[in-house]
């Protein structure tokens, strides 16, 4: 009976997990991006879809922290991104940590 139950458990969490934590999806240019004094930077693209309930703030922005290694990578890239006016995709990470209401990012990618 616990093999049972313990099995539906593991399934039921593997089918409803991914919609539970999912990010949204964002394309386009890039509209505008922010910087603010503690190394928080937020950005909106032109289309997002899928948005977690988190955020709550501008349609289509994301963000993330400048003050990690990878995250001054990021910068880099979105600002060179921006600066060539090339659409960007982005994958939200479903959180809303650096900004209460605007989500994280989990990656995105840029195609020359």
């Known amino acids: ?10 399934i039921f969490l593997f089918t409803n997990t991914s919609n539970a934590i999912a990010g949204s999806d964002g394309s386009g240019l890039i509209k505008d991006i922010v910087i603010a004094t503690d190394g928080r930077v937020t950005f ?3 289309v997002q879809t899928n948005v977690p309930t988190c955020k709550t ?3 289509g922005s994301y963000s993330f922290s400048s003050t ?3 995250g001054k990578a990021q910068l880099a890239l979105l600002i060179a991104a921006a600066a060539r ?3 960007i995709a982005v994958k939200g990470a479903g959180t809303c ?8 990012i989990d990656y995105f990618s840029v195609t020359y």
């Not at 940590?97 to 994280?104: I, N």
């Open 97 to 104: 940590t650096h900004f209460s209401s605007v989500e994280d």
């Open 85 to 87: 006016k090339q659409p």
């Open 68 to 70: 990690t290694s990878a």
């Open 57 to 59: 703030f501008q349609w």
């Open 1 to 10: 009976m616990r093999i049972y139950i313990t099995l539906a458990l593991t």
């Open 44 to 46: 909106t693209v032109e």
